[in-house]
């Protein structure tokens, strides 16, 4: 299989068109088999369910080479797990996971020439995602809706080293108890818009959300879980309804547990035990963990053990192994690593 000649350690985490797209329809209560098709361009109604009132999902998942030149991909049955969460919460109609991780592999297959060589640190990212495409002008959910799965090659997330990132604590909240926020819907993120905009003229890197109920828990940034080290080395993850259950944080307190006999707890994080811990991280597809270096409270600046230059230790063991695992230089526990071809 002939590459594509792309510089991909230069590349950014953007878009770039790419040969196929899985697309199905359902309409009259049914799936249709879906196609990979090369069309691009989505038309819809004016009046779609997705345009008028959100209705919409998705998942992010990567494909990639492994050391020993296989193309595989990274748990994508859990991310079908998931979307059919956010579909059931969101009156969609699930797309069944066998099908859903069947059409992953399909596209990855179909687009082969774009998954990014061993070692250049880039990865094909895929996006599938589902949105109501009838006319729904009274609030109430689409009768019709379109599942599509493209991909785009992406680079290396750090370039150049893993800097720790700066956040702040954030004044608006992200999701309410009871809420959205432990779905993947579009609309999670079209309302954190406006506060991540804000944060980075600010100067800071990310917003961390605390829980709307007290305020007084760690729940997650707009798009990242948090993983805490304890001075003992405990690796601490919140634990709260309203976030997002990313499968790189669960992937990382098995790697925690497993593989570096480490001790994991999940459980609900006060903003107040911060200080006290002596590394902090954000977890989740793009990045794996990026290292928190600091932590802004309205002027209080927390300020992580592990300092602004490197990742800290354990954060590093962690990425490290789950890396290595990824890319096959380590053996992956059972199931984990989808092989495409
Ligand atoms: C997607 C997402 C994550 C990360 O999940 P992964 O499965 O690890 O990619 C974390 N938080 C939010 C809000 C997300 O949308």
Redesign the pocket.
Known sequence: MEKKNIDWSSLDFGYMKTDKRFVSNYKNGAWDEGVLTEDDQVVITECAGVLQYSQSCF???KAYTTQDGRTVCFRPD??AA?MKDSCERLEMPVFPEDRWVQAVVDLVKANEAWVPPYGSGATLYIRPYMFGSSAVIGVKPAEEYQFRMFCTPVGPYFKGGAKPITIRVSDVD??APRGT?HI?AGL??AMSLYNIVDAHNKGFDENMYLDPATRTYVE??????FLFVTKDNTVVTPKSGS?????????LIYVAEKYLGLKVEERPVALAEVPDFAECGL????AVISPVGKIVDHGKEICLPSGMEKMGPVTQQLYETLTGIQMGRLEAPEGWIKEIC
């Not at 976030?243 to 992937?251: D, F, G, H, N, V």
């Open positions: 998942e992010g998942l859990l991310n998931r992200r999701a926020g993947k999670n993120y997650e940034t707009g798009g990242a879980n976030i997002l259950p990313s499968i790189t944080r669960r992937s977890c989740g597809t793009a």
